[in-house]
């Protein structure tokens, strides 16, 4: 699989059980030599084989290598949150309580660190600790968010499973959690501390009850799943559009100015949303990347049909920043302004 295969597929790919998942890791991390521009994500990858393959160490030496380099990363509390995670399964828990306390004191703006690290705790039975991490998360990036993003679910909802297992009262994030769950058991019977039942049972109903829990939850998991990235539209900044198409001529006729670009990009968002699609973003290119993922698919730069692929590939990589922006955030296009003060008007 080459660095620009769909997330789709990679992750078909990596749950089945011929998988050498040591092997699988080398290999990304020979990509990431080949890519640096997309090392950090091929590297994330890498860890991830080694913690299933049970090489923990071998994973927090990834991570360690990534917090090393020179260049800036994109999630540098990503990175220590999942190498707090792994560190606490083989044993250094104080080291990783020291990492997680550094991630929320970092009070990143995205919701993966908030959810890795959250998740670590309850996993080791720090119940309190998971609620107020939960907790802390979504009061920093769901505060006046009438409609929380994709990305934000699980916030909400392990903290609701958290709250659950405490035995604390229904409070407003746990309404609005039980809003984004769209399954047929509810969140309050799948997070039912006292759910699973007894081995001695001779009940089919019984029976019945837990295997429609458990298809609830594989159902809720298939979902999750299903949309790994955004549905992302390509935005050239304008130093990189001018390069673009002077480099390519043919691709003029795809973008005859640069605010004829922006204008396309905020209407079609804007029509896209109208249709009922979901989980939109915006993504930004690169003339170097861009004449990359060309070489790797054998196909000239100047082919208007790779544009919609580069996109997509750029999505699956972790590239795009969703839309519409949060309330007060910066447009998606670069003018420096609001959202609601430039193309969101």
Known sequence: MRPDTPAENVANAETADTVDHPAEAARLERTAGLYPEDAEALLLRAAAHLEVSGDRPAATAL???LLSSSGTLETPSLVRALKAANLWEYGHE?????I???VRLAAPRDAAPWVIVAEALEAHDELEAAHDTFTEGAQRLL?????PPYA???LLIGRHRVRRMLGLPHDDWDARADT??????SLDELHDPGRVWSLGSDDPADLQAEIARLRAELGAYREALSRPFPVALLHWPADELTELVEAYPPLAEEYPSYSAHLTA???ALRELAASGTLNLGVVPGTVPSYEAFAASEGTSPSDPSLLPQYATVLAARGRAAAWPPERGAGCWCGSGRSYGECHGR
């Open 143 to 147: 505060a006046d968010v009438a409609d």
């Open 100 to 102: 997680i306390d550094g």
């Open 265 to 267: 990009v905020e209407t």
């Open 180 to 185: 984004l769950h769209s399954m047929p058991v």
């Open 94 to 98: 104080a080291e990783a309580r020291a």
């Open 63 to 65: 991570y360690d290598r």
């Open 152 to 154: 934000t679910h699980p």
